[in-house]
């Protein structure tokens, strides 16, 4: 007798739902020009390519728009010098605003110094390893860059065994997850993200954590061979670099905590640690130490420009969104401080690159 | 923890309702009284500890004297008592509030280099200051019967309006902490609350704080203005500061339904009044009624005869007071004494028994609440002549240079109050007149009212951006 009920406020419930979706796709389409019925997501500026993932070029999500060539970023203007921001996330940029993320305001603050001599090309794909040497000589082959800076991310080395300098890529299929094809969860996500209660959603967090490694061995630090495989990566991109005829640049990694924790910091490290919930938390700051001390010797070892970003860029939210990606602010810091090293250059003769 | 967080909106607030509702249904009424007050102070306190303790400082000191001034038998010392308890609420309020004013303008005036001292004050103070004098005066004329220490705590500094008000007569709140309703009652008093609350949050969110960049941007450098510029920041502004203030103030009387107390309402469409006077019955309303009961009538009895002349004094001064009030900056005292003259002026012609075509009454009354919020809103008198310098006519008239960058964010200005509105009003107008029992009306099937819930929820949600603060939490 109550099952009627019961499946009419069901009804109710998915009405709701479907009128959220609904009204989530015509905003994107009315906002952004975004298919009604196709889906839609951050993965739509990508594509499987030979070397892994890669931009698709002209493609456009949101704030992300893709040139004709599938880099983050407009169009490169002929008869400038060109140079390569290489990395991951943090270089691709995710929570600044358009045309904030580092690379954008590198190029802005560059040229305000030499009014219309550089393109900077942001060739960066989250989540991709530094040592892909051959996705990054092909972008070199096509952008012959004077200048590539390299901004590696340490936290790739968590569970690495070996390099994965000229490594094959497997060529990864176009598929998209069920959730690709949903867009109220990527709005109710971020919102419930700014907006809940901080000690719920460590909570979350700390559950979320605790079912990942429930039975399974916590580390203490990330083992020695995971550096080594990153000081390999490291070096690997420098000699690419090195073989294009280019000057690399690498930046030492920077993150919210800078180099130690402060009470209240609790929150922001169980949000980095859902992403690898296999290392403690203390193995975090651990790793940033030994990944940066492996990276400058990499560099020192190639004779590679160093840029210290870490104790340069302060610590905390006025900085950082969230554990390692840059807000306007820290982005702009960024941007001066590689900026500074590449005006400072000996050798500052532009060299034309392919537009 | 602002009306409009995730923090209050899912958790707080119906935590405590859901709390509340089963000790009531369990006939546990005294239990829900300290539920009501435990969870308040918790809301009061939760930033900062201290804060709590003033208030509960207050809160004693003004039980002690309602209830000296209820237990004397003779007028002397109850006149005595109220004049302690009026002096003490000042002092409190003055301390917190007006002493940094107050510095600065011996420092401004002797030379003198006085360092303030800067103590920050506590949220509602001026809100729940005003409660407990009205307290005090209605005791004293034995209007009410002092109530005890729980109930008069619980009723002064209740979480749905300690902030920004409504200001409410502390037995009428108490009173009803004892009253009988069936469940029924109480779940149609709760379904309204629901509804109230969910009006407020779309008028502060999608309404509101749609227009504060125009605001902000108009009043940061009010002499890049062109004429026509200036006139649409100072209009925008008198629709803003409404949204807000009535969006908070809904949100105030529906969480508090949502707890079965009835609150004083603030505000009765302001901006369809007449003349300044019916402005101020529709106009935050229980300021109004504090102002004339407990400043303007016993200024005027003060005078001896309530002649006109006397009356217009006691306006004056009434309203300069209400200016202060608001804020410790001579731009909220001149606003007050401006209202004061406007209100003067009414009492003049109302004597004269002449009339203004119809809409001209209106109109006036539409401009010179916008012109008075001028000065509201500027930062300072300098700022505020320099706004009024842009509304005269200059040689910009019509140049829409300084808000021309405002136009990108167009999108989130304009759009989200017509797609409310296109959502909102048809329904609402089916909703009236089915209540109405019209025949011409059909009934909203339950599916219709799903999608059109649904539809004000996701422009809410994810339309309306970051919720900026109450303007009201300021005062």
Known sequence: MKILPALRVLGYAVLALATFEIAARVEDYVRHGAPLLDAYSIDSVFRPGP?????????HYLKWSMNSLGYRGPELKPGRTNIVTFGSS????????????????????????????????????????????????????????????????????IGAKASSCNKTFPRQTDHQQIGDWFRLPGRLGPYLKRNAPKPLLKSFYDFDIWRSTHGGHVMRRVPDVSIAAYSADVLCAIRTVDAYGATPIVVTHVTYFG??????????????????????????????????????????????KIVRADGVIPRGAGNFADFVHFTDHGAALMAVIVGDAILADPYPTPKTGHA | MPFTSLSYLLFFLPAVAIAHAVLLSLKARRLAVWLLL?????????GRPEQGLLFLASIVVNWVIATRIGKATRDQPRLRWLWVGIVANVAFLSAFKYINFFFAQVSGLSGLALSLPNWPAPLGISFFTFAQIMYLTDCYQEMYSPVGLVDHATSTGMFPYIAAGPIVRIPEISEQFSEKHDRDARWDLAKRGLVRLGIGFAKKVLLGDSLVTIVNTGFAAPSSLSTYEAWIVAFVYTLQIYFDFSGYTDMAVGSAMLLGIR???????????????????????????????????????????????????AVLIAMGLCGLWHGAAWTYVVWGIVHGVALGVNQYWRKSKRKLPPGVGWLLTLTFVTLALVLFRASSLPMAVKFFAAMLPHANLFGVGALTPLLQDLPSVAVRPILLLLVVIPFAVMQIYNAKGAAWAPRIPMSVKVVAYSLMIYMTLFLGGEPTSFVYFQF
Request: charge should be neutral; hydrophobic fraction near 40%; avoid cysteine.
């Open chain 1, 51 to 59: 070397f892994g993932k890669e931009g698709k070029p002209g493609a």
């Open chain 1, 90 to 157: 943090e270089t691709f940029g995710l929570y600044e605003s358009p045309d904030h993320e580092y690379p954008r305001q590198l190029e802005n603050f560059l040229n305000s110094k030499r009014p219309g001599a550089y393109n900077v090309v942001n060739i960066a794909i989250p989540s991709e390893p530094t040592g892909n040497n051959r996705y990054l000589a092909r972008a070199l082959k096509q952008l012959s860059p004077r200048y590539v800076v390299i901004y590696p991310s340490p936290a790739l080395a």
């Open chain 1, 259 to 304: 180099d130690h924790l402060e009470p209240g910091d609790d929150m922001m490290m169980a949000a980095w640690r859902k992403f690898f919930p296999y290392l403690a938390a203390p193995g975090f700051l651990d790793l940033e130490r030994r990944a940066n001390a492996a990276e400058m010797e990499a560099a020192k070892s190639a004779g590679a």
């Open chain 2, 38 to 46: 435990g969870s308040s102070l918790w809301f009061y306190a939760s």
């Open chain 2, 263 to 313: 609150i004083p309402e603030n505000f009765n469409n302001p901006y369809i009044a007449q003349s300044v006077s019916e402005f101020w019955q529709r106009w935050h309303m229980s300021l109004s009624n504090f102002i004339t009961n407990y400043l303007y009538t016993p200024i005027l009895r003060a005078q001896g005869r309530p002649t006109l002349k006397n009356s217009v004094i």
